[in-house]
């Protein structure tokens, strides 16, 4: 059981360039996140996905797209990469309710981008 | 804007004293407001959460204290250890908002031996 995965752990970008960063997870949840961390803002939501099929944007989604491609993945692609974008980026997946667990939100490893 | 609003942005306690960090809100529609630990190079996990139909919560070392008329929140580490340095960071979600977590801008706690 790995929780939730992310691959690249880091990559380095130009302006302009378009990259895809996957997210997967094996805890069967239904919803899944997309956040970016800067520092002294804490993590803010990109995108997210509250079961499979459906997407919607959240407080910074400019600059960014999502695919929900089946229930365990959930991809972020920048496609025209800006220096602004430079953050790390963390995706999150969600339990069903009900428990201890009803809103606990489980989070990958990061993924370290950097835009020259 | 930030809809969590937390304090302070860093902190140094001795090992065996207390941390205290504060979060405020505005959202009257927050029901549930967890607490995050992070570890550099890590991604974050939750610590401890409480929802405002309690006062207070504790799991160990770590005691939320809730106060639902200042809107306000904060963690308490009892008998700080150098294994609780990290960053801490406070949420909130509820209403209708798909259960979105709203993070305050976290705090760096280290603890000195």
């Known amino acids: 059981n790995a929780g939730v995965t992310q691959t690249p752990k880091f990559q380095v970008l130009k302006t302009g360039q378009s990259m895809t960063l996957q997210c997967a997870q094996d805890?069967?949840?239904?919803?899944m996140y997309w956040y970016r961390q800067d520092p002294g803002m804490g993590l803010r939501l990109i995108y997210y996905s509250a079961s499979e099929g459906t997407t919607d944007k959240g407080e910074v989604p400019n600059g960014y797209n999502v695919s929900r491609l089946n229930k365990r993945e959930f991809s972020l692609r920048l496609e025209s990469a800006a220096p602004s974008q430079t953050s790390v980026y963390f995706c999150a997946s969600r339990g069903l309710a009900g428990g201890n667990s009803y809103n606990e939100q489980f989070f990958g490893p990061g993924t370290r981008l950097t835009v020259l | 804007q930030q809809q969590v609003k937390q304090s302070p942005q860093s902190l140094i306690v001795q090992k065996g004293g207390i941390s205290i960090i504060n979060c405020a809100y505005e959202?009257?529609?927050?029901?549930?407001f967890p607490w995050y630990q992070q570890f550099p190079g890590k991604g974050p996990a939750l610590l401890i959460a409480?929802?405002?139909?309690?006062s207070e919560k504790k799991e160990g070392r770590f005691t939320i204290s809730f106060n639902k008329s200042a809107k306000q929140f904060s963690l308490h580490i009892m008998d700080s250890q150098p294994g609780d340095s990290a960053t801490y960071f406070c949420?909130?979600?509820?209403?209708?908002?798909?259960?979105?977590?709203?993070f305050g801008a976290g705090t760096t706690v280290t603890v000195r031996a």
């Open positions: 949420a909130a979600s509820g209403g209708s908002n798909d259960y979105k977590l709203s």
């Open positions: 409480i929802r405002p139909d309690v």
């Open positions: 805890m069967n949840h239904n919803s």
């Open positions: 959202n009257t529609a927050f029901d549930y």
